[in-house]
């Protein structure tokens, strides 16, 4: 399967994520935290980093493998 993670940054250091295969975010910081428990409570946020799974990496993942695959 395809899994994507979404890592916010901010001055070097992972703050919060998103994980697929979880379907949250998990936050590292005080900062993340308090955003992760927000956007974990948003139901069109959450949706909108599911729908990256299936618009991008779904739709990616052939063109990607074959590239691979092509060069081996």
Do not use: M, P
Not at 7 to 20: C, D, G
Not at 38 to 47: M, P, Q, V
Not at 51 to 72: G, V
């Amino acid at each position: 399967g395809i899994e994507l993670i979404t890592s916010y940054v901010f001055n070097q250091a992972e703050y919060i994520r998103f994980n697929s295969t979880v379907g949250r975010f998990v936050g590292y910081t005080e900062h993340g935290l308090k955003n992760a428990e927000a956007w974990n409570s948003d139901a069109g946020i959450l949706g909108q980093e599911q729908a990256q799974l299936e618009s991008f990496c779904k739709h990616n993942a052939d063109i990607y493998y074959s590239a691979i695959r092509d060069k081996t």
